[in-house]
């Protein structure tokens, strides 16, 4: 059983570029988390799916950041017009449907330059 | 926010027992204690969770106490690998509830 799966694992970017990143779950897992850990700091929650829906969305940034976790195909997180504070590392993590434990995968390191 | 304490950082010889502590005199009665750490930037792994009994599994040992304001993690035997953050974090097991990380425990295994 694959474990989380997040690409890519590293992503430069541009200030003012779009910043799109993949996570897929375990097999059977139907939750999906997103984190964003700034460097030297700790992970903060960002937001909670569950496929075609939006549960937490409580700490994303108000404009320019989106999830989605469609019927079919990865969660997906989508950064607009990144800026250089937007540089960390995202992690994504999946439970299953029972939500006991959360597994993380190895993360998206995103420069913005 | 996080419901938990953890001493900043800890040491622990290699071989050695590690026993990391962790207050949460404020817990609620159907939290539950989760342990996750985290090696040098990669992602969180999960160690183990519990509620009240005790649990054990390959990784490591998790100790409640009675009135279940605080627990330990043990690692019976460290090793330099387990040189990590160790995240202790209450958590409803129910619908829709997150994990919130707080600082944790810088611990480092020394040869």
């Known amino acids: 059983n694959a474990g989380v799966m997040q690409n890519p694992r590293h992503l430069v970017r541009r200030r003012g570029q779009e910043a799109r990143l993949r996570c897929s779950p375990m097999?059977?897992?139907?939750?999906v988390y997103w984190y964003r850990q700034l460097p030297e700091e700790g992970l903060k929650f960002m937001v909670y799916l569950q496929k075609e829906n939006i549960i937490d969305e409580s700490g994303m940034p108000k404009e320019r950041f989106s999830a989605e976790f469609p019927k079919e195909g990865p969660s997906i997180l989508r950064i607009q017009q990144v800026v250089r504070g937007d540089s960390a590392a995202y992690f994504c993590?999946?439970?299953?449907?029972?939500?006991?434990?959360?597994?993380f995968g190895q993360g998206t390191r995103l420069t913005v330059v | 926010d996080a419901k938990t304490t953890q001493p900043p950082s800890m040491d622990c010889a290699e071989g050695r027992a590690a026993n990391l502590p962790c207050n949460h005199s404020t817990i609620s009665g159907n939290e539950y204690v989760y342990w996750y750490r985290q090696i040098h930037s990669q992602g969180p792994q999960y160690i183990i969770h519990?509620?009240?009994n005790n649990e054990t599994n390959e990784m490591a040992s998790l100790i409640i106490t009675e009135d279940r304001k605080s627990s330990t993690l043990i690692l019976p035997h460290a090793t330099l690998r387990d040189t990590a953050v160790y995240y202790c974090?209450?958590?409803?097991?129910?619908?829709?509830?997150?994990?919130?990380f707080g600082a944790g425990t810088i611990l480092r295994v020394k040869s």
């Open positions: 097999k059977g897992h139907s939750h």
């Open positions: 993590a999946s439970s299953p449907p029972e939500d006991t434990e959360a597994f």
């Open positions: 974090i209450v958590r409803l097991m129910e619908y829709g509830n997150k994990l919130v």
């Open positions: 519990g509620l009240k």
